[in-house]
């Protein structure tokens, strides 16, 4: 009986002790699946800044965001509206239900028509598979082109699924990273399948001049420069070429963001 006595003692004097050391324990980590980013869920904005609700696209039908973003403007006259436009652009959400695949595509296409370079380039890094798409793939080269960073630009182009019809776009991309690498068999290559079955029109002749003069090799006559989108810009530039009267006239958004952040732009355009 004793012993018994000493031993409800011994716990109850021990039973505080317990309880005060599982106080001190750290409380228990949740753990949860990352959910992997896609063309939808991607942000560049966050919520502090401004993001839209995540539920803004999944209630809407995928043809109607098609022509809805296929209409966004490149410019606005009222900031407000330019401020609403950019929160829409950037932020990110679940995807809408259905083949959503083209609107995705609309979404990146309208950032690069209003010169998001930066925006654009953060939304194609997270971008997941989607950055596979040729038409995504695209419009992130043209960004990363038009922030000066050719070696991200041709990573964007070699990462692309191309297909049997490949985009002109890509393969003349893929012919100047060959180009400026010293790979002349590579960028003759690339700029012959990017005529394919295609008849040849002037854009060839004047890609085929601006990489060969890249590579070291210029033509005897050189064309005028073309800045009609942030890649024939960078050839233009790094081939040296003059440019003829109105040389702005067609240049996209993201052309003119490449000449404005390009120090070995010709000053008039830089301007």
């Not at 939304?123 to 991200?152: C, F, H, K, V, W």
């Not at 490949?166 to 690339?190: S, T, V």
């Not at 002749?205 to 005897?220: D, F, M």
Request: charged share 20%; hydrophobic share 45%.
């Amino acid at each position: 009986m004793v012993y018994r006595h000493i031993a409800l003692a011994a716990f109850a004097a021990a039973a505080p002790l317990s309880a005060a050391a599982q106080s001190n324990l750290p409380a228990p980590i949740e753990s949860q699946e990352l959910r992997a980013l896609d063309a939808w869920s991607v942000s560049a904005v966050s919520r502090a800044d401004g993001a839209l609700n995540p539920d803004l696209w999944s209630r809407s039908e995928p043809e109607f965001l098609t022509q809805a973003f296929d209409r966004l403007p490149a410019t606005y006259e009222s900031p407000a509206a330019l401020n609403l436009a950019r929160r829409v652009r950037l932020s990110g959400g679940d995807a809408p239900r259905g083949d959503a695949s083209e609107a995705s595509r609309k979404r990146f296409e309208a950032l690069g028509r209003m010169g998001q370079a930066d925006a654009l380039a953060v939304m194609a890094a997270g971008a997941g598979n989607a950055l596979s798409d040729p038409q995504i793939a695209t419009y992130a080269a043209q960004a990363e082109l038009a922030r000066g960073r050719r070696n991200e630009a041709c990573a964007r182009g070699r990462s692309a699924t191309i297909g049997e019809a490949p985009p002109p776009f890509l393969l003349r991309l893929r012919a100047y990273c060959a180009a400026a690498d010293g790979d002349r068999a590579a960028a003759d290559l690339a700029l012959e399948l990017s005529r394919g079955a295609r008849a040849a029109s002037a854009d060839d002749n004047w890609y085929s001049a601006a990489v060969s003069a890249v590579g070291g090799a210029p033509p005897a006559r050189a064309p005028t420069a073309r800045y009609d989108n942030s890649l024939s810009a960078q050839l233009s530039i790094g081939a040296q070429f003059r440019p003829g009267p109105n040389p702005l006239n067609n240049a996209s958004t993201l052309a003119l963001v490449s000449l404005a952040r390009t120090e070995a732009t010709p000053q008039p355009q830089r301007a």
